[in-house]
């Protein structure tokens, strides 16, 4: 597989960050981007993000690099859900921000739960699911998205007094980023048809959990298991063999380390976590970050 020419790869300049991630993700990465950032060269081919969750890496890329005449991102995700919300954003955020104006004018206790009930699979326009899907993480406990085994999701309303449904800021200037990306909901496995030398690939996945009571897994119904985990070590290896820069996140617990024993170099980083069920767990863990 031939690698990016260089008159295609994207400079980065320091132009300082003006788009953000426009909805709370847990695990999300805004509290570690000093420590992702220098890990990315400064010219590369396309950016891959598999797991984009609240894609703060990829919002801070974007508000770094120079305008690029093509798309220089693909952004990825196993939950559908999300990623309708991710095109919405793109193609329709004006649409979107008529219809979370509303959902926030009409928002109460009797409100969130008729919205929880509805199933946004049925939605046809990916603007009602990204209404729906907004409003739900600004209002829902902790701002967490979780499903059970049939889908469902099934977060409790948050104590909010003035919750931040309707943020024009923030969608208009995720729009703008994700101009240049493109995206698609399918597994992280594909990123091996489409990566080529040259390219950076960023790996944040559900994390193994730190303790017995702790999991994020739940973004799909089919959670995110060990044996996921081993899949994804062996294609982060493979990309690494095709001279692609691979950076990925975990939980700094024995069994990532275990996983990237051989043929990866590890470190460890502090970051505060602000999603939990308990306020005491909300302070600095220890991650790992992995090349």
Not at 56 to 80: G, K, V
């Amino acid at each position: 597989m031939p690698p990016t020419p260089a008159s295609q790869q994207v400079p980065l300049s320091c132009v300082p960050p003006t788009s953000r991630p426009f909805v709370k993700w847990a695990g999300g990465k805004r509290r570690l981007l000093k420590d992702l950032s220098p890990l990315i060269p400064e010219h590369f081919g396309q950016y891959h993000e598999p797991f984009v969750g609240g894609g703060a890496l990829f919002f801070n890329l974007a508000s770094r690099r120079n305008p690029a005449p093509e798309p220089w991102a693909t952004l990825s995700d196993a939950n559908r859900r999300l990623v309708r919300t991710y095109r919405a954003v793109r193609d329709a955020p004006e649409r979107l921000l008529e219809r979370l104006a509303q959902l926030a004018t009409d928002h109460d206790k009797e409100h969130f739960y008729a919205v929880r009930a509805l199933d946004p699979d049925a939605f046809a326009d990916d603007v009602e699911v990204a209404a729906w899907f907004i409003y739900l993480n600004k209002t829902a406990f902790n701002g967490l998205y979780r499903v059970n085994r049939k889908g469902r999701f099934n977060v409790p309303i948050g104590r909010y007094d003035r919750p931040n449904i309707c943020d024009p800021g923030a969608i208009r200037s995720a729009s703008i980023a994700l101009q240049g990306a493109k995206i698609h909901n399918e597994g992280f496995e594909k990123v091996l048809d489409r990566a080529r030398p040259g390219d950076v690939v960023y790996f944040d996945p559900p994390y193994v959990p730190a303790s017995k009571t702790a999991s994020f897994t739940d973004y799909t119904r089919d959670g995110f298991t060990l044996d996921d985990q081993a899949r994804l070590r062996d294609i982060a290896a493979e990309l690494k063999l095709r001279g692609i820069r691979v950076i990925l996140s975990n939980s700094d617990v024995p069994v990532v380390r275990d996983l990237y024993r051989s043929g990866f170099d590890v470190s460890t980083v502090s970051c505060g976590r602000s999603i939990n069920s308990k306020a005491s767990a909300r302070g600095r863990v220890g991650e790992l970050l992995i090349t």
